[in-house]
């Protein structure tokens, strides 16, 4: 017992040593102890090196209080002469800041005067990294822990190692001269130029926010995201989407390496909000939505009448149209095919869905971009000139060119695309579906489209006899189980009640009483159980698409129901004729448009 | 010194006598060398005269106790010893308080070594407490007349969990903030109350500046005096419930001799005017008079060097962890951005584990039955057979329902520590 304890009392003493010793015998003092040691070799009057000899080592702070949050900078400690000019050629931590007239500062009779002086702006304003730590695994943020490691210089052991060798280089610190300096084009910080150039150039600025930059909504906002990621982070969504996230839908785009470094260094510059603004200068930014800022960065390519095709075709590829869509070679495996355009849609179309994507089509994810008049007129007269090649001669061929992209190789409405589209493509697997449709309304929709949905009318490319082909295919392929006779039904024409605002209102109540679970109280097919649907309940608001369909189909789809999904026959529920027409006349009643379209004069 | 030395003034003298008389008014007794010094010097000492002058040889066996009880006061000891230097540097600030764990990770003297000790001691702590109840009962040391003692014990364990639980926030990083949101919304899923605790204990909806000052002054003063308090009637209870518990046969039988003329006991009514003598009062085997044969040794030096080792070994084990793992301390909090998974501390993994079946069967109903069986124990079994042995057969039925309580926490524990991925997937760690 009492040499066990002998053992165990010793043991603590040891350890003690041990902590003591590494308490009392830090690196840095060793440090300073060798810039003094040198120093006095270096000093030329004796007062000097009597002032070094008086000199012991402690801890050296810088406290800054003027950016931001107080910052305690300690770096000063080991890096202790780092403004001290005659240590210019000795290896860190013993080494002089360098100086440089790109960063203000100035030589005087062979003395350097520092622009950002150090008792100033402290050190990790620039560099970051962790002001308060004195020991250098720490204080350089190399702890995978730690949010801000130096800039350009510090890579965490966890960051991807493709991508660590990138991250390095001090261009990066840009990112936080940006911090200060947020002149538009300052000549300090050409990255962060070229970045939010290529923002807008990429068309990121479509589907992100940044605070009076951009209000794109489908991607997460940026206004804080330098803050809130490391530079490993940035690199990897911006070159490798899937690879941190893989449920993101971001596009891959094809960017080269210093562009996408420009990126990262633009992106890390936004922190929110930084020391240089006022209340009142972000007040005004808001109120512009940065307009000067935006006008500055985004360079509209003057279209010149004569060329104006071959402009078009550059700005489609310059501006990653196929970062989601499909071009020829090129499939960004988002949006859908554009290489038969020219057949599909019209000048009025097109210009009508850049400039607005949702007017044409009120469900599509497709932001709207912010391109001039010229440019979309341009790129319209070259989408008008895709024509793609001619239909292949089998059903089988047709629906691998045309079809799979979206309603997928078996069919089933999951084609590589199909998640991105709303509605969704049609599942032709479901026979109660397709067998419940004469064929000549199936025709119709490949020949002629379904307005308001991704599904264009293929009419100028298939002939009648093409378009029976390829339904004969599917039919085969898919569906399977032969057509049957249908039941002729009593379907009237028109609304058996006449329009009024009576009856819309009766309607409206039918609706909210028997419709709203699953079509939504706003009849946008984003009710309560629509979560549950496929296909989703069908938005009763997408104008384009209730214009297309006559009170006959309307009827019948409420009266009979749509077999092969979730709408059942109303007939059985108790629903008469008269009910039936008052909920046509308050779906119609919604879809108003100040002109146009075939029921305009009905709603009138 | 030669005897001829001339006599000393009286002045001289008493100075020369100071140091002695200084140290001899101090400690009252010689370093003992014979019984009663060495009974009046357990008896005469503030910190010795806790414990019994002799002490039963059975108590002082490693297998039966492992030090368990005496570790947990230790770790208890330590961690009052650097909680209060920590305090010196702490700001319970959501503002503050991150900073100066960076500074007393890189800047404060002996910081990091001090963090270091506090944290692996609070798990230790944690850890030993509930091995010290798994001794207790697995020995059936709960039984009568230590039932309360036992119930004193329980309610120390709890509060030892609470008091890891609210030190944990303390630091403010992410590690700290998820954990503490995850284990105060398991205390959100009791019936009734459940919802108004969770308020209680974090000042508000989520965690946030409330929450960091509420669980400071819990962690600082509230717990810590109930905690000593509640620590100061264990230690009572041990003495007056007849020391630590052991076998009926750890005691030699005293052959008792029938007195002649002895007067056969009265009936156990006390005459009013009877005057008791203290001893009368003190129950169990410790009080005897005269020379009864017993198996007990003098504690000094035999229980206190025991007790020494134990503290040697404790406080080496803490810090050689402190020297070679330091205490995590991660991200600044970002209450926007939590960590996937999000983790409670690990001894209540089992119960987060538990909750991902069915959060209030997990989270409130099997952890209250387990702890009012605990609570209930002594007062449910009330054989007096199977004191004093480890897992006795007269125990069989207790001893099975316990270990299966025991092991099945275990292996929540392993699972939601090792096996839990994002989303609360399982994985296998390698």
């Known amino acids: 017992m009492r040499t066990a304890l002998a053992i165990g009392t010793f043991f603590i003493l040891v350890i003690h040593g041990i902590v003591f010793y590494n308490q009392f015998f830090h690196q840095w003092e060793r440090n300073q102890n060798a810039y003094f040691d040198q120093a006095r070799v270096l000093a030329k009057t004796d007062t000097e090196r009597a002032a070094l000899a008086a000199r012991k080592p ?70 970051d990294g962790q002001g308060r730590g004195l020991d250098p695994e720490y204080s350089h943020g190399n702890d995978e822990y730690w949010p801000d490691p130096l800039l350009g210089f510090t890579t965490q052991a966890h960051w991807r190692k493709d991508f660590a060798p990138k991250l390095k280089g001090k261009e990066y610190m840009q990112a936080n001269c940006a911090q200060c300096h947020t002149e538009i084009a300052f000549p300090g910080t050409p990255l962060v130029t070229k970045g939010r150039e290529l923002f807008f150039s990429s068309n990121c600025y479509g589907c992100h926010r940044i605070e009076g930059l951009s209000d794109g909504t489908i991607g997460p906002d940026l206004s804080d995201v330098g803050k809130k990621w490391k530079l490993d982070y940035l690199w990897g969504r911006i070159a490798d989407p899937k690879f941190i996230l893989a449920t993101s839908i971001m596009p891959k785009f094809n960017l080269k390496d210093e562009d996408v470094k420009a990126l990262v260094v633009f992106l890390k510059s936004r922190k929110g909000r930084n020391f240089a603004e006022t209340e009142i200068q972000r007040f005004k930014v808001k109120l512009t939505g940065g307009a000067e800022l935006v006008q500055a960065t985004i360079k509209p390519v003057e279209i010149r009448p004569a060329e104006m095709i071959k402009q078009g075709e550059k700005l489609v590829l310059d501006r990653a149209c196929t970062a989601c869509h499909k071009l020829g070679e090129r499939d960004g495996g988002i949006a859908p095919d554009l290489s038969f355009e020219g057949l599909l849609k019209n000048e009025q179309w097109l210009l009508a869905h850049f400039k607005n994507p949702k007017s044409t089509m009120p469900d599509s994810i497709m932001p709207a971009f912010r391109f001039t008049e010229d440019e979309f007129k341009a790129m319209t007269a070259y989408l008008m000139t895709l024509k793609g090649f001619p239909a292949p001669a089998d059903g089988e061929a047709i629906y691998k060119a045309l079809c799979l992209r979206c309603h997928g190789e078996k069919g089933d409405g999951q084609g590589p695309i199909a998640e991105h589209l709303d509605p969704y493509p049609r599942d032709l697997t479901k026979s109660g579906f397709m067998n419940s449709k004469p064929e000549a309304r199936l025709v119709a929709s490949i020949r002629n489209g379904v307005a308001g949905t991704s599904m264009p009318a293929w009419g100028k490319l298939l002939s009648e006899e093409q378009a029976k082909v390829v339904l004969g295919h599917i039919q085969t392929a898919f569906t399977k189980e032969p057509r049957r006779e249908l039941k002729p039904r009593q379907i009237p024409e028109k609304s058996p009640v006449a329009m009024s605002p009576e009856s819309v209102a009766r309607g409206e109540a039918l609706f909210v009483n028997r419709c709203a679970g699953c079509h939504g109280k706003k009849g946008d097919g984003k009710g309560a159980n629509s979560l549950d649907i496929l296909p989703k309940p069908r938005n009763l608001r997408n104008t384009a698409f209730v214009d297309s369909v006559d009170d006959r189909r309307l009827f019948e789809s409420i009266q009979y129901g749509v077999q092969g999904t979730a709408m059942p026959p109303w007939i059985d529920y108790g629903l008469t004729n008269n009910d039936v027409g008052d909920l046509i006349n308050f779906i119609r009643s919604i879809n108003q448009k100040p002109k146009g379209g075939p029921h305009a004069a009905a709603i009138q | ?183 105060t919304a398991i205390a959100g899923y009791a019936p009734i109350v459940g919802k108004d605790m969770q308020f ?87 009080t005897k008079v005269g020379q009864v044969p017993d198996n007990t040794v003098f504690s000094w030096p035999n229980l206190f060097l025991a007790e020494l080792f134990t503290f040697v070994v404790t406080l080496s084990a803490i810090l050689v962890l402190s020297l070679l793992f330091n205490a995590p301390l991660e991200e600044p909090v970002n209450a926007l951005h939590p960590p996937n998974p999000a983790k409670a501390p690990w001894y209540f993994l089992g119960l987060q584990e538990m909750v991902s079946y069915s959060a209030f069967w997990g989270g409130i109903g099997v952890p209250t039955i387990f702890v009012l069986l605990l609570l209930a124990a002594p007062y449910l079994d009330r054989g007096p057979k199977g004191v004093g042995k480890w897992f006795s057969r007269d125990r069989l039925l207790a001893n099975t329902i316990f270990i299966t309580f025991v092991v099945a926490n275990i292996i929540f524990v392993i699972i939601g520590t090792f096996f839990r991925g994002a989303n609360w997937a399982f994985v296998t760690p390698w």
């Open chain 1, 58 to 127: 402690r801890i050296e702070q810088i406290v800054v209080s003027n950016f931001g949050e107080t910052r305690v900078d300690r770096c000063t400690t080991c890096h202790i002469a780092s403004d001290d000019p005659r240590f210019v050629t000795y290896a860190e931590p013993l080494k002089t800041h360098p100086y440089s007239t790109a960063m203000g500062d100035t030589q005087k009779d062979g003395k350097w005067e520092r622009r950002h002086k150090f008792s100033e702006f402290g050190c990790t304003v620039c560099h």
């Open chain 2, 1 to 183: 010194m030669s005897p001829a030395t001339p006599p000393k003034s009286p002045f001289l003298a008493t100075l020369m006598d100071l140091p002695k008389n200084v140290w001899r008014s101090i400690f009252r007794n010689p370093l003992p060398s014979n019984d009663l010094e060495r009974s009046a010097t357990s008896f005469t000492n503030f910190f010795l005269h806790i414990h019994p002058v002799k002490v039963h040889k059975h108590s002082l066996r490693p297998t039966y106790t492992f030090g368990l009880g005496l570790m947990s006061f230790f770790l208890f000891v330590i961690l009052i010893v650097t909680g209060i230097l920590l305090m010196f540097y702490y700001v319970p600030s959501t503002t503050q308080a991150y900073d100066r764990m960076l500074d007393l990770r890189g800047t404060v003297a002996f910081g990091t070594l001090l963090r270091n000790m506090h944290r692996w001691s609070a798990h230790g702590m944690v850890a030993v407490v509930f091995l010290h109840l798994c001794r207790v009962f697995l020995t059936g040391s709960y039984k009568k007349p230590r039932e309360f003692n036992w119930v004193v014990g329980v309610i120390l364990f709890l509060l030892t969990l609470f008091m890891s639980f609210t030190g944990y926030l303390l630091p403010w990083d992410q590690l700290a903030f998820w954990a503490i949101t995850v284990g």
């Open chain 2, 200 to 286: 209680l204990l974090m000042g508000g909806t989520s965690v946030g500046q409330e929450a960091l000052l509420r669980f400071y002054v819990l962690h600082v003063a509230v717990l810590p005096a109930i905690l000593t308090l509640m620590i100061a009637i264990h230690f009572w209870r041990i003495r007056k419930d007849g020391g630590l518990s052991r076998p009926d046969d750890a005691d030699p039988k005293p052959s008792l001799e029938a007195m002649e003329n002895a007067v056969a006991p009265k009936a156990s009514v006390p005459e009013p005017k009877k005057v008791y003598g203290f001893q009368g009062l003190v129950r169990g085997p410790l």
